[in-house]
C-alpha cells in the first residue's frame, strides 16, 4: 500500500506539480528512507496507522545519527506533503507530519571566494586547450557569472544560451524560468567549447557534455569545481554552491541592488537573499575600523 501512494504522490509531484527530476528523486529518496526505518519498528501496518510518534522517533533517529539540520528539515518537509497529499486522496484522515517539529537549524555565513582567488582561477591555472579543459572552465566561469544551481548548469541546453544578446535561459525551481545576462568573457568561452565540441563530434543539445557526449553528472560537476577551487583556496567548502555564494556575494559588495540580485538567484523571497549581506556588512566594518579615527584602531 505504501509503494502505490508513494508512486502516485511522485507522479503528481511530477506530472502536476511539475518538480524537476532531481527534486522528485530528493523526495523519493527521503519517503524510502522513512518507510525503510518504520518496517523496522514495525511489524505489520497500514498508512492510517501511522502517527506523529513514529515520525517524531524516524526525526529522532536522524539526529542521533548527526544529519544536519538543514538535511532533517528537508525530509520532514517531505513527509509533510507526502501525508497533506494523502489526506486530500482521503487515504488518511489528518496530517500526522503537521504536529513535528523540525531541528532548529545552525544559521552561518555562505562559504565564497574572494575577488582575488577568482581572478587567479582564470589568470593563473591552465585548463588545457583540449575539449576537457576548455568545458571545466566554461563549467567555472558560468556559475560565477550567473550565480546558477548545480542542477540548472547540467539542464542547460544549447538552445538556452542566446550569444547575441549576451544572455542564459534557466529553469529553476518549480519550473521557473529566468533569463540571466553574462559578458563577452563568458561568450567567448562558450563560443570556443562549442567549437571543440562540434569538432569531436560530440552533437548532444545538452550544453556541457563529457567526452562520451553523455549529460553530465551532479557528482562530475561537483569534482571539477572542487578540484579548480582547491588551487585558490583553503576554504573546507569547495562545491558548486560556494560559487553561487560568491557570485552573490560579490555583486552585493560591488553595489548591486539586492532585489536585483534575488531576481537573478531565482529566490522566491527577499529573505533568501539577504543571507549574503552579512558579508557585506562585515566588508564595511572592515572599513570602517581601518579608516574611522574614532574606531580604536
Given at each position: 500500500?505504501?509503494?502505490?501512494?508513494?508512486?502516485?504522490?511522485?507522479?503528481?509531484?511530477?506530472?502536476?506539480?511539475?518538480f524537476s527530476p532531481l527534486t522528485v528523486l530528493n523526495y523519493e529518496s527521503d519517503l524510502n528512507?522513512?518507510?525503510?526505518?518504520?518496517?523496522?519498528?514495525l511489524s505489520s501496518y497500514s498508512l492510517p496507522d501511522i502517527t506523529y510518534l513514529h515520525?517524531?522517533?524516524?526525526?529522532?533517529?536522524?539526529?542521533?545519527q548527526q544529519i544536519a539540520p538543514s538535511s532533517v528539515n528537508r525530509k520532514l518537509s517531505a513527509l509533510k506533503s507526502f501525508f497533506r497529499y494523502l489526506v486530500v486522496k482521503d487515504i488518511i484522515s489528518t496530517n500526522p507530519a503537521q504536529r513535528v517539529p523540525g531541528p532548529k537549524k545552525v544559521k552561518r555565513l555562505p562559504v565564497f571566494a574572494d575577488e582575488n582567488q577568482m581572478s587567479d582561477i582564470f589568470s593563473k591555472i591552465t585548463f588545457?586547450?583540449?575539449?576537457?579543459?576548455?568545458?571545466?572552465?566554461?563549467?567555472?566561469?558560468?556559475?560565477?557569472?550567473?550565480?546558477?544551481?548545480?542542477?540548472?548548469?547540467?539542464?542547460?541546453?544549447?538552445?538556452?544560451?542566446?550569444?547575441?544578446?549576451?544572455?542564459?535561459?534557466?529553469?529553476?525551481?518549480?519550473?521557473?524560468?529566468?533569463?540571466?545576462p553574462f559578458d563577452i568573457s563568458l561568450k567567448r568561452n562558450i563560443e570556443a567549447y562549442i567549437s571543440v565540441k562540434e569538432h569531436a563530434s560530440l552533437?548532444?543539445?545538452?550544453?556541457?557534455?563529457?567526452?562520451?557526449?553523455?549529460?553530465?553528472?551532479?557528482?562530475?560537476?561537483?569534482?571539477?569545481?572542487?578540484?579548480?577551487?582547491?588551487?585558490?583556496?583553503?576554504?573546507?567548502?569547495?562545491?558548486?554552491?560556494?560559487?553561487?555564494?560568491?557570485?552573490?556575494?560579490?555583486?552585493?559588495?560591488n553595489g548591486a541592488d539586492i532585489n536585483a540580485v534575488k531576481e537573478l538567484l531565482g529566490h522566491s523571497s527577499l529573505s533568501a537573499t539577504q543571507i549574503y549581506t552579512h558579508n557585506t556588512i562585515e566588508k564595511l566594518k572592515k572599513s570602517y575600523n581601518q579608516a574611522h579615527p574614532r574606531s580604536g584602531n
Open positions: 500500500m505504501a509503494n502505490n501512494a508513494i508512486n502516485g504522490f511522485l507522479s503528481y509531484l511530477n506530472l502536476q506539480k511539475r528512507q522513512f518507510f525503510i526505518f518504520l518496517d523496522d519498528e515520525i517524531r522517533g524516524f526525526i529522532a533517529s536522524l539526529m542521533d588545457g586547450n583540449d575539449f576537457e579543459g576548455i568545458r571545466n572552465k566554461l563549467i567555472i566561469d558560468i556559475f560565477y557569472q550567473t550565480g546558477i544551481r548545480r542542477a540548472e548548469l547540467i539542464g542547460l541546453n544549447e538552445s538556452d544560451i542566446d550569444i547575441y544578446n549576451l544572455q542564459l535561459k534557466v529553469l529553476g525551481k518549480g519550473n521557473k524560468e529566468r533569463v540571466i552533437l548532444n543539445t545538452v550544453l556541457l557534455v563529457t567526452a562520451k557526449n553523455k549529460a553530465m553528472s551532479p557528482a562530475l560537476v561537483t569534482k571539477i569545481v572542487s578540484t579548480v577551487l582547491g588551487q585558490v583556496t583553503t576554504n573546507i567548502k569547495k562545491s558548486p554552491h560556494v560559487l553561487r555564494h560568491t557570485f552573490a556575494t560579490h555583486l552585493l559588495n
